[in-house]
């Protein structure tokens, strides 16, 4: 499917277009708050839930870093996101598809959680921490943040401060 001639800026309204001409009308499609690389959508369609992130231009040649390692990471752990498809023709900024996760975003109820759901979710956490540490690669190059490293242990380990102080600032977690 070639769209990306209809498109001239990458806006929540062409992203939008963008979805219609992928999926057609028939589905619900809504808006995330735009993060720190990329904006994302969750497209409802039929009876799955997919999450849609548009990337910046700039991204495109990292992204491939990144679906390989969602790739590996699902392969050792279930709860990772399958990745359904990548687009990198059919609109001016590459386009990620992936299968949502069953459950809610941690921002629509973090106020809500206990200290044992909290706990249930560090270990989450750990798990999937603990399987990315290994993936075996030579070179990671930039995931998300820019931290270069050699492996996937050495990006946790060099970006753990920075995710705790957005966590921490965000106020995610409640205060000991």
């Not at 619900?28 to 409802?44: F, H, Q």
């Not at 699902?74 to 590459?94: A, C, H, I």
């Not at 070179?139 to 050495?154: A, C, E, F, M, R």
């Not at 102080?165 to 995610?172: D, P, Q, T, W, Y």
Request: net charge neutral.
């Amino acid at each position: 499917m070639e769209t990306k001639g209809k498109f001239l800026e990458n806006t929540p309204v062409n992203q939008l277009g963008y979805l219609y001409a992928k999926f057609g009308r028939l589905i619900k499609a809504t808006s995330y708050d735009k993060g720190a690389v990329n904006s994302m959508w969750l497209v409802e369609e039929s009876s799955r839930e997919i999450i849609v992130r548009f990337y910046p231009v700039f991204f495109q040649d990292k992204l491939s870093v990144e679906t390989w390692v969602l790739r590996e990471l699902r392969k050792r752990v279930n709860k990772t996101p399958e990745l359904l498809e990548l687009d990198v023709d059919g609109y001016l900024t590459p386009v990620l598809f992936l299968a949502k996760i069953p459950g809610v975003p941690l921002a629509d109820v973090k106020q809500k959680m206990s200290r044992i759901e909290y706990s249930s979710l560090f270990s989450s956490l750990q798990e999937l921490l603990q399987a990315a540490s290994t993936i075996p690669v030579d070179t990671i190059g930039y995931l998300h943040d820019p931290v270069k490293v050699l492996n996937i242990s050495q990006y946790v380990e060099k970006s753990i401060d920075n995710y705790l102080g957005i966590v921490s600032k965000e106020n995610l977690l409640p205060l000991p």
